[in-house]
Every structure is written in structure tokens, then in C-alpha cells.
């Protein structure tokens, strides 16, 4: 019903920025809370941030002053800028999204495939 797919992923060294992207397409009502999340390699999936419907955002601490979530909802896409990159910020990322299809039927949760980011020199 309702596909994420991310883009951007890319080797970077350290210091540098990055961007990605996630584009929401399908049988798409309403899109509440769009985020990305992050699993490192040999390592549990973790929260990176998030933007709601109004704008407002919340950041991971490990990733805040750095990287920045914005949106934009005429093409139903979400954004990732990162800055001042590190090693420790290798990892599939994951786009999320909280899609109403139908108003009959309560949002539900959605998730990308990922794209794979590699900090390294």
C-alpha cells in the first residue's frame, strides 16, 4: 500500500556531509511522523530523528548540532542532512513513516529498505 525508498547513502570521510533522502509514494491519506533511524553494523537499530506533520523535530543526542530533518509534503519526502561526519555515524539508515491510507483505518507504521552510510578515510 504505501512504499519508502531512500537515497544517498554513500562513502564519505570523516568531517564531511551527506544527504539523504526518502520518497513516501502509494495509497497515501495522510502522512503524520516521518523519521530516520540508524543500525550500526553488529548493532541494535536506533532512533535518529523526526519530523511531525506541523514541522516540529526531535534529534537523537548523538546527532544533534550535526544533522537536520526537514520535509517536504508535496512530494511526500524526508530529508537527512548530515554534517561533521565520524565513523561512529556508519550505519544502514532507515526511513520511517506514519501513514493514514484510508479514513476508515487507524495510521500505520512504514519502513524503508535503507541506504548504507560509510565513514571512513
Known amino acids: 500500500q504505501v512504499q519508502l525508498v531512500e537515497s544517498g547513502g554513500d562513502l564519505v570521510q570523516p568531517g564531511g556531509s551527506l544527504t539523504l533522502s526518502c520518497a513516501a509514494s502509494?495509497?497515501?491519506?495522510?502522512?503524520?511522523?516521518m523519521g530516520w533511524y540508524r543500525q550500526p553494523p553488529g548493532k541494535q537499530r536506533e532512533f535518529v530523528a523526526v519530523?511531525?506533520?506541523?514541522?516540529?523535530?526531535i534529534y537523537a543526542d548523538s546527532v544533534k548540532g550535526r544533522f537536520t530533518i526537514s520535509r517536504d509534503n508535496a512530494k511526500n519526502t524526508v530529508y537527512l542532512q548530515m554534517n561533521s561526519l565520524n565513523p561512529e555515524d556508519t550505519a544502514d539508515y532507515l526511513c520511517?513513516?506514519?501513514?493514514?491510507?484510508?479514513?476508515?483505518?487507524?495510521?500505520?507504521?512504514?519502513w524503508g529498505q535503507g541506504t548504507q552510510v560509510t565513514v571512513s578515510s
Open positions: 520511517n513513516a506514519v501513514v493514514k491510507v484510508s479514513r476508515f483505518e487507524s495510521p500505520n507504521n512504514y
Open positions: 502509494g495509497s497515501i491519506r495522510i502522512i503524520y511522523d
Open positions: 519530523i511531525t506533520g506541523s514541522g516540529s523535530t
